[in-house]
């Protein structure tokens, strides 16, 4: 059995059992949430061939409960995570040396993972009784060195202090060198006849594979986010309760959150709320959530604010440290500093219960609590139409600038006069771009894997007076299919605007399938015309999908590096050949940047 291999934290040597301010280095392990982690194996000497499936029904067979298991392909080993250190021992025992598709099972320990928060604090503290200076790992890292104000706003928006018109000449040079690599990877990627293609657009367009647009600049500069999402942590010398961005990350073995005082995205108004808030959590008696620990009260203050004046709130808390009555008194207290703090404006307050370990939710999330307002959204006019905004639901952060890219993607739909085409809207939100397009088009398919953005949507449909639409909700590889055999041979215009990990692929292919077979069957190549992205910094990514997708601005590191995905050389099931290459992926702030395909 394991228990006897096992050391406990206090047994373990070196500074991996360090404490830092009072905290075991692996309590994080042992809570509820993480319980599964600690208690770990290593099933060795598995037949090669046997998936993870196989080995879960084989621990089922014998009615042994685990938490996740883990195997590579064509590997010999796997490691086996359990809820409770008696079902690692009941494991232990039953699969020691048991034959399993001709070979016998080994069971051995395996290392538990160290807290990265300990280890990083661990490294910090050896280096300072070596003498020597902390070093940046990273170049995503700030500069400690400045005032932790500037070190957030380095953090959240890297060339704040460049002139606007020289932050456009540094982004049209990283896109540019980023479409170099492109240009490389396609071309070896390709090999064959295949490669002519793109040999010709290099020669064509001076070593690019396409053409490059010029940057369509933003309406508004400073303060245009309409959405923001403030950490609730302990402040730069420890202040309990402050309200702002991290300048670190966990892994970094850095949860200090800072005021958004010099974020220049953020506006002013938001500003005034998050230092409101913070008084308000300070005087509260409850303090915020510890990362490390997992023990706290206050989470996360979410703000959207729009132009009519409106602000939703969503205050995050964890209760799992609460008495019964406590719930209430915060409610209470909450609505009265709504009530009565003429300094914040808010339309709409709301009290949501998450005791996710990443306050993302969950199916176990409870309905968020309303404390303010008659409705739980607010609303926007976006190119003549009126919007509804939940708190979850995706809705640009620009508003100014999604009337530009809305009025651009309609331009370059080049839908015609007797309005005979489908438009799909994939990735839809909460229905902007579809909508915005209605009056054009026959009509509009949108998919959103969110419910309640979806929702949203069909509210935007019908305060709009739009009855030319559908909405799906679900992911768009679980129902594109679907849709496109119910299509036929109908025109089809496809609009995607996926989240930052991008489309996946039996998406993509089935959207190209779409387009090739039904909207355009007698082109003998097919291409992706028209692609947008809101960029400001080349984005390394490294996941192996393909397809469209933006992401956010998230350090200097990333400005350097883009990742490439081409798919060429494909036929389609009426031979023609398909030239077609995407998935760069470039970092979105406020700046659309476009190419021509």
Known sequence: EMDGKRKSSSENDGDVDAVVDGRAPRVYKASEAHGSTIYKISLKNINRHSDVGALKRLFRKHEVNFSKIKKRKNMDHAFVTFPTEEAMNKAATTFNNFKFKGQHLRVEEAKVLEDPFISAQNQRMKNNKRGNPQKRHKASDVDPSIPPLEQVADKACPLWRVPYEQQLNIKENLVQKGFFNVAKGIRKAVTGKDNVWIADAMRKYDGLPCVIEDIVPSPLVKGYRTKCEFTIGAGPHHEENTVGFRIGSYQDGSITVVPPTLCENVSEEMKVTVSSVQEFVRGSGFSHYDKVIHKGTWRQLLLRTTRRGETLAVLYLCDTSLEDTDLGVIVEAWKSFIDNNTNVPITVALLQVDNSISCRGGPDR??????????????????????????????????????????????????????????????????????????????????????????????????????????????????????????????????????????????????????????????????????????????????????????RAVSRAQQQTSSIFAEAGQRSSKGNRINLCVQRQLICSHTPITARW
């Open 366 to 551: 409870p309905n968020p609590i309303l404390v303010h307002g008659e409705r739980e959204y607010i609303t926007e006019d976006l190119l003549g139409l009126e919007f509804r905004i939940s708190a979850d639901a995706f809705f640009q952060v620009n508003t100014e600038g999604a009337e530009k890219l809305y009025s651009l993607i309609g331009d370059w739909c080049k839908l015609s006069s007797n309005k005979n085409e489908t438009l799909l809207d994939v990735c839809c939100g909460t229905g902007t771009i579809g909508q915005t397009l209605a009056s054009k088009v026959h009509e509009v398919i949108g998919i959103e894997m969110v419910e309640e953005a979806v929702e949203d949507a069909k509210d935007n449909a019908e305060r709009n007076g739009i009855t030319n639409v559908t909405y799906y909700a679900d992911r768009a590889e679980n129902v594109m299919h679907n849709i496109s055999q119910s299509l036929g041979q109908k025109h089809v215009v496809a609009v995607v605007d996926p989240p930052r990990a991008g489309l996946r692929k039996y998406s993509f292919h089935c959207i190209k399938m779409l387009l090739i077979s039904y909207s355009y069957p007698l082109l003998a190549r097919a291409r992706v015309l028209k692609q947008i992205q809101r960029s400001c910094e080349l984005y390394e990514h490294r996941n192996k999908s393909t397809g469209l997708s933006m992401c």
